[in-house]
T-cell receptor
């Protein structure tokens, strides 16, 4: 059983399109995250939700909109895709918020914008 | 706010040799420290973590790390590497309840046969 699962794993799309990545965790965690990993492997947090409430919202363009229908799901919708959005997007979860909680990652969604 | 530095972008060691990956952090109080490994095409997997207590932490796959407060370091070690250890390694630091976990830029480990 996959603890944090995200779909799709690979996504190739044209500039200007709108796309979504879905994420689900079956660990019973209260907190979920979206991280972006660029081509240089730099991993940066984008959003964090705790019990469906937005906790962290880094300086991410408004084109990125997370949605958490319940605490086991956190989806990421991206409008008007740009070339610079090409990256690997990781969904993750932890028991609670805060720096002392182990984060569990999904396997990533490879987004390529052409 | 906390920060973390991994000074080495790439490290190459021979199979069977010992390994040490460096990690330095900045945080005003006792940090929470983590090491994660990312194999090609995969997500990040937790190797080990330090919260408090014994400063030498044992992890999975034969890895260990030592927290040295005086040097603000949390270096990862393995006495004998295997070809399957080739991967990207990330050090991460977390603060108090309201702080997020910050990741270093990673160290790519290459293994020579």
């Amino acid at each position: 059983d996959t603890a944090v699962s995200q779909t799709p794993k690979y996504l190739v799309t044209q500039m200007g399109n709108d796309k979504s990545i879905k994420c689900e965790q079956n660990l019973g965690h209260d907190t979920m995250y979206w991280y972006k990993q660029d081509s240089k492997k730099f991993l940066k947090i984008m959003f964090s939700y705790n019990n469906k409430e937005l906790i962290i919202n880094e300086t991410v363009p408004n084109r990125f909109s997370p949605k958490s229908p319940d605490k086991a799901h956190l989806n990421l919708h991206i409008n008007s895709l740009e070339l610079g959005d090409s990256a690997v997007y990781f969904c993750a979860s932890s028991h609670r918020t805060g720096g002392g909680n182990t984060i569990y990652f999904g396997e990533g969604s490879w987004l390529t914008v052409v | 706010a906390q920060s973390v530095t991994q000074p080495d972008i790439h490290i190459t060691v021979s199979e069977g040799a010992s390994l040490e990956l460096r990690c330095n952090y900045s945080y005003g109080a006792t940090p929470y420290l983590f090491w994660y490994v990312q194999s090609p095409g995969q997500g990040l997997q937790l190797l080990l973590k330090y919260f408090s207590g014994d400063t030498l932490v044992q992890g999975i796959k034969g890895f260990e790390a030592e927290f040295k407060r005086s040097q603000s370091s949390f270096n990862l070690r393995k006495p004998s590497v295997h070809w399957s250890d080739a991967a990207e390694y990330f050090c991460a630091v977390g603060g108090n309840r309201d702080d997020k976990i910050i990741f270093g830029k990673g160290t790519r480990l290459h293994i020579l046969p």
